[in-house]
């Protein structure tokens, strides 16, 4: 099983959809948890910060972290046609290094 | 524009060509990464260092070999690449230490071919 797994996409919405991006892991030691927005030929930008469980809100993007059940989501109100991108999850032990998902690839169709 | 950057963005190179990624950062951080970015697969950590002294080599073949001469600037020399070694190479800084809300800032990258 590889230690974090995300849905590669393509996902397609309309302009204005709620999006739901995902990820599940299986070490439960992670307690540090980033997403990241990559847009093409460009590198990841960090998004969003939460440590352990819970809600974190900033404008129109929330991250929401369910450490019972290892699982990670970011959405996106009122999608834009500016979203389009990848979005990369990230986490984290204490002192250890950082693992990353393979990405998923959001279009938002205008 | 980030706080990292990298050149050159875009590379080009035959299996018996030697040539140097850099990679400064302008945070004040003590802690840079090398990642390869192949398409559909998770960035690959391939480098770390803290405090310019090396603390991780993913078990990186000995065509990749880094230099840290400060916290600023990294470097990655590469030589007899394999046509496989093409992807996107991206250099990452942190804080680093033990800060629990160590992030990480990642430059634009360097697209490299290997023909």
């Known amino acids: 099983q590889k230690e974090v797994e995300q849905d590669p996409g393509p996902l397609s919405v309309p302009e204005g959809a709620i999006v739901s991006l995902n990820c599940t892991y299986s070490?439960?030691?992670?307690?540090?948890f980033m997403w990241y927005r990559q847009y093409s030929r460009k590198g990841p930008e960090l998004l969003m910060y939460t440590y352990s469980s819970g809600n974190k809100e900033d404008g129109r993007f929330t991250a929401q972290v369910d450490k019972s059940s290892k699982y990670i989501s970011l959405f996106i109100r009122d999608s834009q046609p500016s979203d389009s991108a990848t979005y990369l999850c990230?986490?984290?032990?204490?002192?250890?290094?950082?693992?990353f998902g393979p990405g998923t690839r959001l279009s938002v169709l205008p | 524009e980030t706080g990292v950057t990298q050149t050159p963005r875009h590379l080009v190179m035959g299996m018996t060509n030697k040539k140097s990624l850099k990679c400064e950062q302008h945070?004040?951080?003590?802690?840079m990464y090398w990642y390869k970015q192949s398409a559909k697969k998770p960035l690959e950590l391939m480098f770390v260092y803290n405090f310019k002294e090396q603390t991780e080599n993913n078990s990186v073949p000995s065509r990749f070999s880094p230099e840290c001469p400060n916290s600023s600037h990294l470097f990655l020399h590469l030589h007899t690449l394999q046509p496989e070694d093409s992807a996107l190479y991206l250099c990452?800084?942190?804080?680093?230490?033990?800060?629990?809300?160590?992030?990480?800032?990642f430059g634009p990258g360097t697209r490299l071919t290997v023909l």
């Open positions: 990452a800084s942190s804080r680093g230490g033990v800060s629990s809300t160590d992030t990480q800032y």
């Open positions: 945070l004040g951080h003590n802690a």
């Open positions: 990230a986490m984290r032990a204490p002192g250890q290094n950082f693992v």
């Open positions: 070490n439960s030691a992670f307690q540090y």
